[in-house]
């Protein structure tokens, strides 16, 4: 009997996305598969069963073993820094993480205050730059933060800009390129290392086609 492999998924883009490339790998997920609203969907024919999570919950699945494998934005893995082996860059959900704030803005002074989901990734940065900040972890909405005067800058993922235009911010700096990963349970891979790498050689030859294709 075929080992049928757990994965964890976050919900949104990232699925959508993922599901498509799955499917383009040869994996018979059924037609329905994205209109369902279980929190666990087994595709047998697929040899699968998934877990949809919150985005920065896939990686905590993944290194505790619940799930052998994931897709987790490459933002969402600088923050959480979790144990688990990052094993092929999917290409997919592209965007980048980046400090903004209002035009004109006080930028020179000591230890601002900078709002972000991204609590990790904003104190090594500005401690990478040498600059003292007091970082303030918010959950959403994060562009009121200057507005409202609790922040004087956001580090948040910029995909368009637009969000940022619409609300009176500029971008000041770019911190890192953000793009969905794929990620396995080190135990996972020693017990399962023939469906796993099966997997990752298919996923990767489709990433590696479609960018020969770009």
């Known amino acids: 009997m075929n080992t049928v492999l757990t994965m964890a998924m976050p919900k949104g883009r990232i699925f959508e996305e993922a599901v498509d490339l799955l499917r383009q790998a040869g994996y018979p997920l059924p037609p329905e598969f994205e209109e369902s609203r279980k929190l666990i969907i087994d595709a047998p ?20 073993g619940v799930a052998d494998i994931g ?22 959900s592209a965007c980048y993480l980046a400090v903004a704030g209002l035009p004109g803005g006080n930028y020179q002074k000591v230890a601002p205050k900078i709002a972000s989901k991204y609590p990790n990734v904003a104190s090594h940065y500005f401690r990478e730059q040498g600059q003292q900040v007091e970082v303030i972890k918010l959950n ?3 562009e009121l933060a200057p507005l409202i005067g609790l922040a004087d800058r956001i580090v948040d993922i910029v995909s368009t800009g637009r969000t940022l235009k619409e609300n009176g911010l500029v971008e000041l ?3 890192a390129d953000i793009t969905s990963r794929l990620i396995v349970n080190p135990a996972s891979y020693r017990l399962h290392a023939m469906r796993i790498n099966e997997l990752v050689e298919r996923m990767r030859k489709l990433v590696e086609n479609k960018g020969d294709v770009q």
């Open 45 to 64: 024919e697929a040899g699968l069963r998934f877990i949809l999570a919150k985005p920065m919950d896939v990686p905590t699945y993944v290194e505790h």
């Open 71 to 92: 897709i987790a934005g490459k933002d969402v893995m600088l923050e959480e820094e979790r144990d688990v082996y990052e094993v092929l860059d999917l290409k997919i």
């Open 140 to 142: 959403g909405s994060i």
């Open 173 to 175: 700096e770019k911190i």
